[in-house]
Structures are given as C-alpha cells and as structure tokens.
C-alpha cells in the first residue's frame, strides 16, 4: 500500500530545474499542450461513482480534481497574462480547498474538460511565441514571499497537469478499474 505521501504526490513534489535548457522547455510545453486531452482519456469512460471516488483518504474525488485543475489554470492564464504585461505584478492566491466545495465541483467533469481545452489553446498560443527575455519576465505571490518566472510558470503547470493526472491513473490502477 502506499504511503500518505506518496498518494498525495505521486510523481513527487514540483522541482524547479537550475537550468532551462531548450529541450526540456519544449518537453514542458508538449505536457501542457497534451495536458487536456490525456485527462480526458483517462476518465472520459469512468461511472459516476468512480468520479465520486477520492483518489486518497480525506483527498478530493475524481471530479474534484478535474474541476480543480480547470480552476488552477484558468489562474495559470491570468498570471502569465499579468508577467507579460505588468512589471513583477503580485497576484492573488485562492484557497483552491474551499473552491472544490463550491457548488461548481458537482457538475459533470465535462464542462472543465471542455474549459482546459480552450484556456490550454490560449495559454498555448501565447506560450508558443515567448522570447528569452519574455520567458524571464516575473509575477510576486505573495504565499511564497517570492518572484516567480515565466520558466517557473510553465515547469509548475507541467508537473501540476501530470501531477493530478497522476492522481487519477494511480487510483485508478489501485481499484483495478
């Protein structure tokens, strides 16, 4: 069986590389662009009390976790948005623990797939075009009392897609679905 941290972080918790090399830049970029419809592969044939299934004890179900991530990069838009257009502007955490008790997180997973397809389509389309120095443009969050880089943007919604996808096909393995 598992441990507690390993089914909360099942590919390990974010790790910022030292160096951006153009390679693992593009290997983040192809997780991103994809991040959509490999979601979608996994729980597309799921029955609804798979979708209500947490992935953990105490942990969100399934279709909180989709909705989540439809919430989490509509956020990852905003902030890119913002470092590209704004001098190190400081943005808004959320407390995505009450988000996933909000009324939104009982529709079906469906309507954030189909949101994750078109902000991952704009979040792409802008992505695509960055330049060095625009990939080293900052925005302040204010939880981490830190700077965070457009480079850092993209690891961390590279690991968080394969993060909660990784949630899902762990769970899923587990329950033998």
Not at 70 to 90: G, Y
């Amino acid at each position: 069986m598992p441990t507690l941290e390993e089914l909360q972080f099942p590919i390990g918790p974010c790790q910022y590389p030292e160096e951006y090399t153009e390679a693992l830049l593009q290997k983040m970029l192809l997780d991103i662009e994809t991040f959509p419809k490999r979601l979608e592969l996994e729980v597309q044939n799921l029955l609804e009390f798979q979708l209500q299934t947490p992935y953990r004890e105490n942990g969100w179900t399934v279709n909180q976790v989709i909705h989540h991530c439809a919430d989490s990069h509509m956020n990852f838009i905003l902030r890119l948005k913002l470092a590209l257009s704004e001098e190190n502007p400081t943005i808004k955490p959320y407390r995505e623990e009450i988000w996933a008790e909000m009324a939104d997180y009982d529709l079906p997973f469906n309507n954030s797939i189909t949101l994750l397809f078109c902000i991952h389509h704009k979040i792409m389309s802008i992505l695509r075009t960055l330049t060095p120095e625009q990939m080293d443009r900052t925005y302040f969050h204010p939880q981490y009392e830190r700077s965070f880089r457009i480079k850092e943007l993209i690891c961390l919604y590279s690991w968080h897609g394969n993060h909660h996808l990784a949630h899902i096909t762990s769970l899923k393995e587990r329950m033998k679905w």
